[in-house]
């Protein structure tokens, strides 16, 4: 499956952004979802995951309360909801897809977007 991230962009803390992640390829349906971000000279972190059908998410606890990962496998899109933003979630952001269901593990992810940068000023 192919990903390809869009919705990042520049805001205020205490705002909020969607980002959305499209794939084409293989059954959507079948992938769970994980985000991820990046700030310069740190690891890709773990950001949230929902699983293949949506029926389950999980976060961050850096996010958990504020983000919210929704997917609709109609249009082959999953999103992230981010809410009362901190210059802290500045990174850039990365979808990535799994066969059978989401993971705290980059390592278990096949399929990754492009990302797409998030800068919250303060």
């Known amino acids: 499956v192919q990903l390809q991230a869009s919705g990042g962009g520049q805001v205020q803390a205490g705002g909020s952004l969607r980002l959305s992640c499209t794939a084409s390829?293989?059954?959507?349906?079948?992938?769970?979802v994980g985000w991820f971000r990046q700030v310069p000279g740190k690891e890709r972190e773990f950001t949230g995951g929902i699983s293949a059908r949506g029926m389950s998410t999980f976060y961050a606890d850096s996010v958990r309360g504020r983000f919210t990962i929704s997917r609709d496998n109609a249009v082959n899109t999953v999103y992230l909801q981010m809410n009362d933003l901190k210059p802290e979630d500045t990174a850039v952001y990365y979808c990535?897809?799994?066969?059978?269901?989401?993971?705290?593990?980059?390592?278990?992810?096949?399929?990754w977007g492009q990302g797409t940068q998030v800068t919250v000023s303060s």
């Open positions: 990535a897809a799994r066969a059978g269901g989401a993971s705290i593990y980059q390592s278990q992810y096949e399929s």
């Open positions: 390829g293989r059954t959507f349906s079948n992938y769970g």
